[in-house]
């Protein structure tokens, strides 16, 4: 219940969200920054917990829906609360985070405790006054949206109209608006008459970061589809196709399960959108739909692996990707504890670990190889010492700073860069 | 231009797959396998012996808050928390023919 299923930043970055398995939040708050400190940055601790869902069963198919959180998004602050949209397979729901840093007092007719005082005591009369509290951050539920996936939701997605927001399952994608629970769109429906011909599915969607108009979703067979909502109210022909042609030479059995697509992001700038699938992240030019013009490769010596991962499942784990917030450096797990970073300017990466027994607090991260194959160099870690127990599916990335937020399985790490 | 002698890594892995699972189909992205992601980790539970172990656990003051994992007998009602997760079993293995 403890298994962290997703990470992240509100768009401040003062505060981390994560979801669970248990359906469970924990929010994060960075602390304001003491200058006398070493590290100039304020550390995170923990601000708000709630649970935001339960299973529930569908008495029709006698199946439980998981309470996991599949996905957290957060809401641009426009007041003093702050709202995020989390979801599990099936309900999508509006939190409010409020602070409570002042109750009334002095009442007249209560006691302190709550209880009513005889009236007939009453013998003078004073105003309540706001008195200081103890800071008391409270969530609760202000809209639950429900009852419009069959499927399971894998991704949710806020409009930059701050008034919409999609929600993508595997066959369809859904249009809400933030205020009406009982009225969705479908926007997309890539469901076969007759499901026997179903060849793909959808894996992730997401808003465009600026064109309100605009939305991709990638597919397990590797595409990315562009959507534009202003050419017709179902999108179900797409605006642009994204695929990278194949080699028809190099297709092997595990080509397409490889090339399912686990996340899709789009650039703070919006000019370029990322994929990941099984062994590499690409970024692509959104003006180009041929090919994407980088191809980093997150772990390649698993390609030589590829029959025991489809064994042991593992060559179906959905790996998230992130940029930083200037788009120049891009972020992804893997297995081992180990997550990479590809610096697109530098054309360096790095690979880092996430554990306790490789890093104490303050100390800075080492890198890490893996040896494919010959002679293991001292340090190395061999391909066959991974342990694919270990994956690291959800990473995020501070908007403005160098801050991360990496998930192991029931850790979550928050790294930053070191300051002078 | 190298003559291409040497076997992909991913073809070698193939081999491997189809040398342990002869019967495997040749079309891994087919329905078979999607059908089988559209279902994943689905639990099945019987509503009635749910909410038939509901109310008796109303009825009844629970002196011990039991936190292990009875097992399941015949006169114990399971509810969903103690099931061991299925199998769904309506699906065929993704390695069966």
Same mark, same amino acid.
Request: proline share 5%; charged share 30%.
């Given at each position: 219940?403890?298994?962290?299923?997703?990470?992240?930043?509100?768009?401040?970055?003062?505060?981390?969200?994560?979801?669970?398995?248990?359906?469970?939040?924990?929010?994060?708050?960075?602390?304001?920054?003491?200058?006398?400190?070493?590290?100039?940055?304020?550390?995170?601790?923990?601000?708000?917990?709630?649970?935001?869902?339960?299973?529930?069963?569908?008495?029709?198919?006698?199946?439980?829906?998981?309470?996991?959180?599949?996905?957290?998004?957060?809401?641009?602050?426009?007041?003093?609360?702050?709202?995020?949209?989390?979801?599990?397979?099936?309900?999508?729901?509006?939190?409010?985070?409020?602070?409570?840093?002042?109750?009334?007092?002095?009442?007249?007719?209560?006691?302190?405790?709550?209880?009513?005082?005889?009236?007939?005591?009453?013998?003078?009369?004073?105003?309540?006054?706001?008195?200081?509290?103890?800071?008391?951050?409270?969530?609760?539920?202000?809209?639950?949206?429900?009852?419009?996936?069959?499927?399971?939701?894998?991704?949710?997605?806020?409009?930059?109209?701050?008034?919409?927001?999609?929600?993508?399952?595997?066959?369809?994608?859904?249009?809400?608006?933030?205020?009406?629970?009982?009225?969705?769109?479908?926007?997309?429906?890539?469901?076969?008459?007759?499901?026997?011909?179903?060849?793909?599915?959808?894996?992730?969607?997401?808003?465009?970061?600026?064109?309100?108009?605009?939305?991709?979703?990638?597919?397990?067979?590797?595409?990315?589809?562009?959507?534009?909502?202003?050419?017709?109210?179902?999108?179900?022909?797409?605006?642009?196709?994204?695929?990278?042609?194949?080699?028809?030479?190099?297709?092997?059995?595990?080509?397409?399960?490889?090339?399912?697509?686990?996340?899709?992001?789009?650039?703070?700038?919006?000019?370029?959108?990322?994929?990941?699938?099984?062994?590499?992240?690409?970024?692509?030019?959104?003006?180009?739909?041929?090919?994407?013009?980088?191809?980093?490769?997150?772990?390649?010596?698993?390609?030589?692996?590829?029959?025991?991962?489809?064994?042991?499942?593992?060559?179906?784990?959905?790996?998230?990707?992130?940029?930083?917030?200037?788009?120049?450096?891009?972020?992804?797990?893997?297995?081992?504890?180990?997550?990479?970073?590809?610096?697109?300017?530098?054309?360096?990466?790095?690979?880092?670990?996430?554990?306790?027994?490789?890093?104490?607090?303050?100390?800075?991260?080492?890198?890490?190889?893996?040896?494919?194959?010959?002679?293991?160099?001292?340090?190395?870690?061999?391909?066959?010492?991974?342990?694919?127990?270990?994956?690291?599916?959800?990473?995020?990335?501070?908007?403005?700073?160098?801050?991360?937020?990496?998930?192991?399985?029931?850790?979550?790490?928050?790294?930053?860069?070191?300051?002078? | 231009?190298?003559?291409? &002698?040497?076997?992909?890594?991913?073809?070698?892995?193939? !081999? #491997?797959? /189809?040398?342990?699972?002869?019967? $495997?189909?040749?079309?891994?992205?087919?329905?078979?396998?999607?059908?089988?992601?559209?279902?994943?980790?689905? &639990?099945?539970?019987?509503?009635?012996?749910?909410?038939? !172990? #509901?109310? /008796?656990?109303?009825?009844?003051? $629970?002196?011990?808050?039991?936190?292990?994992?009875?097992?399941?007998?015949?006169?114990?009602?399971?509810?969903?928390?103690?099931?061991?997760?299925?199998?769904?079993?309506?699906?065929?293995? /993704?390695?069966?023919?």
């Amino acid at each position: 219940a403890d298994i962290i299923s997703t990470v992240e930043f509100n768009h401040s970055g003062e505060l981390l969200a994560t979801g669970d398995k248990g359906g469970r939040v924990v929010i994060f708050q960075q602390e304001p920054e003491n200058k006398s400190q070493l590290q100039c940055r304020g550390e995170y601790n923990v601000y708000s917990t709630f649970q935001s869902h339960e299973p529930e069963f569908d008495y029709l198919k006698s199946l439980e829906i998981e309470e996991k959180i599949n996905k957290i998004r957060w809401l641009p602050q426009k007041n003093a609360a702050q709202f995020l949209l989390s979801t599990n397979d099936k309900t999508i729901k509006l939190w409010k985070i409020s602070e409570r840093d002042k109750r009334p007092e002095g009442y007249n007719l209560k006691e302190e405790d709550g209880r009513y005082r005889d009236p007939s005591t009453v013998t003078t009369l004073r105003v309540p006054v706001f008195r200081p509290m103890d800071l008391m951050v409270e969530a609760s539920p202000r809209r639950v949206f429900a009852n419009a996936h069959t499927y399971h939701i894998n991704s949710i997605s806020v409009n930059s109209d701050y008034e919409t927001y999609l929600s993508a399952d595997d066959l369809r994608v859904n249009l809400w608006h933030l205020e009406i629970t009982d009225r969705s769109f479908n926007i997309v429906d890539i469901k076969p008459a007759n499901m026997e011909e179903l060849t793909e599915v959808i894996t992730a969607a997401e808003f465009h970061p600026n064109q309100c108009n605009t939305f991709v979703y990638s597919s397990s067979k590797g595409t990315i589809r562009l959507c534009d909502m202003r050419e017709s109210a179902l999108c179900d022909k797409h605006s642009k196709l994204f695929e990278e042609p194949e080699d028809p030479s190099n297709r092997s059995f595990f080509s397409e399960i490889i090339s399912s697509i686990s996340d899709v992001k789009f650039s703070h700038n919006g000019r370029y959108m990322m994929t990941r699938d099984y062994l590499s992240v690409k970024i692509w030019d959104l003006n180009m739909e041929s090919r994407p013009v980088e191809t980093y490769q997150v772990h390649e010596y698993l390609r030589s692996k590829l029959c025991s991962l489809y064994e042991n499942d593992c060559i179906f784990d959905k790996f998230e990707c992130c940029w930083n917030g200037s788009d120049s450096v891009v972020m992804t797990g893997s297995y081992n504890n180990f997550f990479r970073m590809f610096d697109r300017g530098q054309k360096k990466d790095v690979t880092l670990e996430a554990s306790r027994e490789s890093s104490k607090p303050r100390a800075v991260l080492k890198p890490r190889k893996v040896c494919a194959g010959g002679k293991r160099k001292k340090d190395e870690i061999s391909v066959d010492s991974l342990d694919f127990n270990k994956k690291i599916l959800h990473t995020a990335w501070h908007p403005q700073e160098n801050i991360i937020a990496v998930a192991t399985t029931n850790n979550l790490y928050i790294f930053q860069d070191k300051l002078n | 231009e190298m003559e291409d &002698k040497v076997v992909s890594p991913e073809k070698v892995e193939e !081999a #491997k797959l /189809k040398a342990r699972y002869p019967h $495997l189909g040749s079309k891994p992205g087919g329905s078979d396998l999607l059908r089988k992601r559209l279902q994943k980790g689905q &639990k099945y539970f019987d509503s009635g012996d749910y909410n038939m !172990a #509901k109310a /008796k656990m109303k009825n009844k003051q $629970l002196p011990t808050a039991t936190t292990e994992k009875a097992e399941v007998t015949g006169d114990h009602i399971p509810t969903p928390q103690d099931l061991p997760q299925r199998k769904p079993s309506l699906v065929a293995s /993704k390695l069966a023919g």
